[in-house]
């Protein structure tokens, strides 16, 4: 059974730091391509990074220059390191996996990010 577990959310102020991880537990890791989304309250899932199966990564305009994406396929894991965190970076932040050419498409249960003085 295929499982995306996310840690690393916590309450951070404004200008701190955090690290996000999603430890996978799917057969091949290396074959999919991984992501990052948030929610906020009241607000659709939006796309945070995303790294493909050859680490080629993509951001969110709202990230760029502050979150870095990356993984190792060793450990089955993907991070996402935060850092001037903003209130409007609070969202319950999701992994996501996925592998096109096989329609493979999972999701984590999210971990929380709140950003507040």
């Known amino acids: 059974q295929v499982q995306l577990v996310e840690s690393g959310g916590g309450l951070v102020q404004p200008g701190g730091s955090l690290r996000l991880s999603c430890a996978a537990s799917?057969?091949?890791?290396?074959?999919?391509?991984m992501g990052w989304y948030r929610q906020a309250p009241g607000k659709q899932r939006e796309l945070v990074a995303t790294?493909?199966?050859?680490?080629?990564?993509n951001y969110a305009d709202s990230v760029k220059g502050r979150f870095t994406v990356s993984r190792d396929n060793a450990k089955n894991t993907v991070f996402l390191q935060m850092a001037s965190l903003k209130p409007e970076d609070t969202a319950v932040y999701f992994c996501?996996?996925?592998?096109?050419?096989?329609?493979?498409?999972?999701w984590g249960q999210g971990t929380q990010v709140t950003i507040s003085s």
């Open positions: 996501h996996a996925q592998w096109l050419a096989y329609a493979h498409s999972y």
């Open positions: 799917i057969s091949r890791f290396s074959f999919y391509d």
């Open positions: 790294i493909t199966r050859g680490s080629n990564t």
